[in-house]
T-cell receptor, first 114, second 116 residues
């Protein structure tokens, strides 16, 4: 069975702090895809990143970085120098290679205080 | 920029009534999905639809639910006899995949369903 666990329900930081959001997944598939989505207070779901299971290279995009470790089934997300606009719920997701099903973790609510 | 559009944005209905939620996916996308999110909770997969048929569905998607692509542009979710626990935000999504093995989901803004 596939499962995504985001153990951190809520995180609160002060602006300019770095913060890491944890994601652990379970799957029997040998090939799969991992995603992060952001849900700001306005409610829409916004795609942030996709990672293939066979590509463990870490990725950096501006203040965002992702650490994929297949050995520990983790796909963690770090925001450097957080800003108030980063306040949102962040979802980690696991997708099959057929494109038919992507499941989401429970989400981590991030509060960034000025 | 192309986007997924959903109507209505909010619907209030009485328990036992039928509801149809409508979605217009991005025009060149081939894969369509419905997800739901009960207030403040996780985003739950309901169903995926490809090549005019359901490709995957979750245990939530029971006989009370159905999906349809009645024409070349709309994708609908029908709930035959709503229950109180169907109250949630329903998100439609589409994906292109376009030869790649995986693609991001483009989500609509959601339809909030309130069952009284």
């Amino acid at each position: 069975a596939q499962k995504v666990t985001q153990a951190q329900t809520e995180i609160s930081v002060v602006e300019k702090e770095d913060v890491t959001l944890d994601c652990v997944y379970e799957t029997r598939d040998t090939t799969y895809y991992l995603f992060w989505y952001k849900q700001p207070p306005s409610g829409e779901l916004v795609f942030l990143i996709r990672r293939n299971s066979f590509d463990e290279q870490n990725e950096i995009s501006g203040r965002y970085s992702w650490n994929f470790q297949k050995s520990t089934s983790s796909f963690n997300f770090t925001i450097t120098a957080s800003q108030v606009v980063d306040s949102a719920v962040y979802f980690c997701a696991l997708g099959d290679t057929g494109g038919f099903k992507t499941i989401f973790g429970a989400g981590t609510r991030l509060f960034v205080k000025a | 920029e192309p986007e997924v559009t959903q109507t209505p944005s909010h619907q209030v209905t009485q328990m036992g009534q039928e509801v149809i939620l409508r979605c217009v996916p991005i025009s060149n996308h081939l894969y369509f999905y419905w997800y739901r999110q009960i207030l403040g909770q996780k985003v739950e997969f309901l169903v995926s639809f490809y090549n005019n048929e359901i490709s995957e569905k979750s245990e939530i998607f029971d006989d009370q639910f159905s999906v349809e692509r009645p024409d070349g542009s709309n994708f609908t979710l029908k709930i035959r006899s709503t229950k109180l626990e169907d109250s949630a935000m329903y998100f439609c999504a589409s994906s292109s995949w376009s030869g790649r093995p995986a693609g991001e989901l483009f989500f609509g803004e959601g339809s909030r369903l309130t069952v009284l």
